[in-house]
């Protein structure tokens, strides 16, 4: 009698991750593009993606953008957060030159969220120089109904800080929109999302996106320990979370190979593309903040970019590293 409630649920299971897999991958059910790979040794690359969605300005401009670097041969996970604000000029994927953001929104123009994922993925793989074949993009309302799904998060904040979301009362030292304490906080999908977003905050630090490329990396690594070893334990949390992505996340993975990267969420080791050593802070020609090569000689040069990740890809992670 046991064995059969345990083959009639694994049934269930799989008849819910089909429906799910038709409402938000581009990948048939059942395959899978990363059982393979993950079993190989060569490193794969993931992009993780998020954005406004419908309901706000900017809709499709990327707010959030990230590889996940998945070395099989020693089972390691790397986060590269790459700023919004990366300036892109000279790229063969991306001929109308822009703001990295940019080019999401100018791939969903043509293609939908399809084409969004598919044009930044192929800039990203062109500037930085890894191999980015898979995508996955998620709107607000998804990652805060996510969060939700699982009971909200716990997270380890090590800098308290307060914050708003309009620029003009961050000029006026306003930050009346909320408060994060130092140390072990609870989060409910809207306070997660607002601690992902946060950019206009009351310490300098936080309000920069290599700081809240690192709260967000907080965020889905707690998601990803509320999923739970795997097995019996992890069916509940994960048929909350496909309920709550169902029409919110789009992906050309299928629900096969998010069962298997779920697994690599949570990050051994971040690799930042910081001012100073790899990125320069400048402006265009219409006088936005962008972001360039610190070795910049013109369009196209991001050969030190692509150097400094392969250098940093090749050390060793290190089991105390500066993961979040």
Not at 255 to 261: Q, R, S
């Amino acid at each position: 009698m046991a064995l059969l409630v345990v083959v009639v649920g694994i049934v269930l299971v799989g008849m819910r991750a089909a429906a799910f897999n038709g409402t938000v991958s581009t990948a048939a059910f059942p395959s899978t593009a990363l059982f393979g790979p993950l079993n190989g040794s060569d490193r794969v690359n993931v992009l993780m993606v998020g954005y406004g969605g419908a309901d706000h300005s900017g809709a499709y401009l990327a707010d959030s953008i990230q590889v996940l670097s998945i070395d099989p041969e020693t089972d390691t996970t790397t986060s590269i957060p790459i700023p919004r604000d990366l300036w892109i000029e000279g790229v063969a994927s991306y001929p109308q030159n822009g703001k990295i953001n940019e080019a999401f929104s100018t791939g969903q123009l043509s293609g939908g969220l399809e084409g969004a994922g598919d044009q930044l993925a192929a800039v990203v793989s062109e500037v930085t120089g890894l191999e980015v074949e898979h995508w996955i993009s998620i709107d607000f309302e998804g990652f805060r109904e996510m969060v939700d799904a699982v009971g909200g998060v716990t997270v380890n904040n090590p800098t308290a800080f307060s914050y708003t979301m309009r620029e003009s009362a961050h000029q006026l030292g306003r930050w009346n929109d909320g408060t994060f304490d130092e140390g072990e906080i609870h989060l409910d999908g809207e306070e997660a999302l607002q601690y992902s977003r946060a950019r206009y905050t009351s310490v300098v630090a936080e309000s920069t996106d290599f700081a809240r490329s690192a709260r967000q990396a907080r965020v889905i690594g707690a998601l990803r320990a509320k999923l739970g070893a795997g097995g019996v334990t992890s069916i509940l949390p994960g048929l909350q979370l496909m309920d709550a992505l169902e029409g919110r996340m789009t992906t050309n993975l299928s629900a096969i190979d998010l069962f298997l990267l779920a697994g690599h969420l949570s990050a051994d080791r971040r690799v930042e593309l910081s001012e100073g050593e790899v990125l320069t802070a400048t402006t265009n020609t219409i006088g936005q903040y962008i972001l360039i090569p610190s070795d910049w000689t013109g369009p196209g040069a991001y050969h030190g970019l692509r150097a400094f990740l392969e250098r940093e890809l090749a050390e060793p992670v290190d089991a105390a590293s500066d993961a979040p």
